[in-house]
Structure formats: C-alpha cells, structure tokens
C-alpha cells in the first residue's frame, strides 16, 4: 500500500491539482447533495487548476482528467481501452450492451448495429420525427393560446421518446399523449442516484455500497421497473412481426431499408436484433434487452438536452432566432411551415448547422466521458500503467479560452466557415472521437434539425422568468436542475418578408 501510495505520488506530481486531504482525497471539496453543486466544483478545478489534473477519492483511489487536446487524443485513440469504473453503476440497468462493452463483444455487435443508422433509413426516420414534431407543436400551442409559461424540458423528453421506440423499436408508445411517463420519470432518477453514488465515499467499494445503502435499494427497484418497460417494447415488436409473418407479409428478410412489410411499416433497430444470428444461433433475450435499455436511454435523454437547450439558447438570442427563421424562410419557400422536410433539405441549412453546434459546444448533453487504459501509455513525461481510470470532461474542453475566445458566449459564428482558427479535432468532441464515439450521431442531429425548424417555424420563444436562475446538473447527461422555463408566442402566417 505504501510503495504503492508512492508510486501514485510520483504520477501525481507530474499533473495539476490542490493537494489532497490525506484520507478523503478531493471529496472534501463536493458538497454532499447539492447535485448542480457537485457539478460546479468540478468546473471551477479546471480553471483554477489548469487542462490535465490528477484527481484523488479515498485512499488511493484515483483517476486522471484530461482536457489537453494532446492528451485528449491519446486516450480516446488508444488501440484497447475498456469503460471506467463509473459505467459500472449503470450496468445494473444497460448491462453490457453498446455502450458499456469492450473487446470483441463490443466489436461485433457494432458491426451488425452500424447499418441501422444507413442513411436510406435515416431518411425514413425524419418522416417520423417530422410527424412527431407536428405533435409537439400542437400541444405546446396550447401554451402559447393561453399565454402560459412552461418548461419546455418535459415535452421535448416525451417527444424524443416517441421518436426512438418509433424509429428504432417500430413501436408507438404515445407518451406525447400521456405526458405522466414513468419511464421518463425513472430514468431521471437513475441518472441522480448513479452521481450520487460517482461521489459517495464509499464509491471504490461497490460491493458494500450496493448491499447497505438506501439509494441502492432504490436504484433496484427503479431497475426492475425501467427492464419491465423495454420488455415490454421488445414482446409488443414481436408480436407485430410474428401476425405480419402469418399474413405473408414478410418476403426477403435481408432488406432492410424500405419495403419490408409494405410501404408503412419500417425495418427497425429492434428488428435487426430479433432476426439476426450470431453462429447459427438467435440473440438470447437478455443479450437484446441490454441492447435495447442502452439505445432507449441512450437514443431520448441526450436528444432531448440537445434539443431544450438549444431553445434555451435561441431564447436568450433573439437576433440570432431571427437569423434562422430567415434562414428557413429562404431555404423553405413560401410554404415553409408546412413542407415536409426531408434528408435532403436537411443538409441545406448552414446557418442551422452553426447554431447547433455553438449549442452542443456550450451545454454537451454528454458532458463527460470516461476510460480505463488496457495498456501502459506515456503521458506529461511519466509511464501511467495499464487500469488507470481517466475522465474526459467535455463540457470543461469546449471552454478552453485558447481555443473559443470568450467561451461563455453564445456565437455561432465560431463555426463558420470565415473563422480563421477552427477548433481542432479534439477541442470539439460533443460525440466523443475515436472508434467509440456516438454511433447516432447523425440521427441526432436530423432530430435536433427538425425539430427546430418545426418550432420556429410556427412560433417565437421567449425566456420566461425564471430564466436567468437555470442551474445545471451533469449525472449521465447534462440537464437543466428545474426545467428551461419559456414562453411561446404564434407567428404570424403572413410574416413572409
Ligand atoms: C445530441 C445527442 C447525442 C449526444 C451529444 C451523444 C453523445 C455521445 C457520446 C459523447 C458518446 C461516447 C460515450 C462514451 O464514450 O462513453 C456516445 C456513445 C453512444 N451513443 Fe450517443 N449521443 C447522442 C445521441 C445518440 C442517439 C440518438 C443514439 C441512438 C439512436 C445514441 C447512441 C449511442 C450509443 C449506442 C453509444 C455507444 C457507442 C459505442 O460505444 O460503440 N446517441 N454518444
């Protein structure tokens, strides 16, 4: 323990950081349940502190945090790299699936998964999300008639949520129609109790944590009930795919684009793992579950900050909400708030794409990630061995004032094609990079698209009240602590300048 306690020592010496309390590390310096307040200190580390830090926990535990864009890229680049430990307090409920697997478990399932997201079907998937975003507009209409501020936060999770087990399960769930979703609101939940217990004392001892802990009671009982909706996603799917079988519906089972059980039904993610086989054998159920819970979660919640918080944004920026309704205007022709939009059209809208991406830049939905080294690297002049757990706080990275000047400030125009000194592969990663990064990525972006479009289409958002209060939190994803209050004004129809 000593020698060892040394050696850390010696690594340590070679990053930034306060000096550690002797037993506790830097969890002094969390507050205990204040959630944005943990989220908070973390921030204020790096810039008092500088890019790369050495972060102490109990005893020796410890983990490396890595901001630099040269060490940003030797960890998410290196050739085996596993999860940190802190995905093991989510594997309870996404076991191994996409996200969390390594190796050749990993690998493969990748390969088969990759072709889901094959643009052919992207296309058929923006038909969806404009559906669904013409749902949207008509409830939060209503809050518009009635002059009434809301938080613009739940709607938008009930909306991605359709969208996902629509595209990606070929099952209508309604929750834009029953907007108390449980499962909504569990996966909020887990999401609080998984960082919770990222900063509990007892985080390097899993073991007593999960059998003594009152939080871990819950998270099981959250977990039982999360399982049970997916469950029952999966046997909904394969009852519908078994009644088209009877009813010859079903021809060639290697297309999956278009025509699969005629013009409306589309091939779905859920599909592919129902049907595939892997040596001859089906996927058991539990290996399609696992894939399932982590493209639920992974498919809605991060979509859904993207999408708010681009409102938050737009809010604040009335100019620059003008700029886009223009944008769209020009784009879209006269008939613009009611033209289908396509994935062709979407590709269309520069100064969207800049607007987007100055969003993802400022509030990450994915605000940190985290690694565990397969093999010994180099780094800042010292040898740090194999098993060393490293964090990649994004949201900390696109704040990098050598990089965006004034980085607190909303301008799009740093992505703009005039700017001079864009940022680097690795001073922008609200996907992460490397061969782990975000398999939806342009499904999110589609769906992030038209949803914007659609709203501003047909209204103008303003800031409610308590805008200026809106705290932030990060457990799995960044999130706003009470919602994004806004306030919707109608357009006019004949606004066409
Ligand atoms: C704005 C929305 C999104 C953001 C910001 C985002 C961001 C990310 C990031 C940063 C990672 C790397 C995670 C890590 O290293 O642990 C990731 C992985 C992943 N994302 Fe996304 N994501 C978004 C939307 C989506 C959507 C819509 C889907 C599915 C339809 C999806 C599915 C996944 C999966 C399955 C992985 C794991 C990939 C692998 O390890 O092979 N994400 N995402």
Known sequence: ??????????????FQGPKPHWLLGYLPLFPVN????????????????????????????????????????????????????IYEFIEPWLGQGLLISSGEKWFHRRKIITPTFHFKILESFVTVFNREAELLIEKLGQNADAGREFDIYEPISLYALDSICETSMGVEINAQHNPENQYVRDVKRMSELVLLRIFHVLSAFPRTFWYTMPNAWEQRKLIGRLHAFTDSVIQSRRRQLLAAVEQGKVGNQETHADDLYGAKQRSSFLDLLLNVTVGGKPLSDADIREEVDTFMFEGHDTTTSGIAFTFYQLAKHPEIQEKLHQELQDVLGVDYRHVPLTYNTLQNFPYLDMVVKESLRLLPPVSFIGRRLVEDIQMNGVTIPAGTDFTIPIYVIHRNPAVFPDPERFDPERFSDANQHPPGPYDYIPFSAGSRNCIGQRYALLEMKVTVIKMLAHFRVLPGEQMPQVRFKTDLVLRPDKGIPIKLVRRKFDSIK
């Not at 830090?53 to 060490?71: E, I, K, Q, R, Y």
């Open 1 to 14: 323990e000593y020698r060892d306690r040394k050696r850390l020592q010696h690594i340590a010496s070679h």
């Open 34 to 85: 204040d959630i944005p307040g943990i989220f908070e200190t973390m921030v204020k580390l790096h810039e008092r502190y500088g890019q790369d830090l050495f972060n102490w926990g109990l005893l020796n535990d410890h983990m490396v945090v890595v901001t630099s864009a040269a060490n940003v890229e030797k960890v998410v680049m290196a050739k085996k790299t596993q999860k940190s430990q």
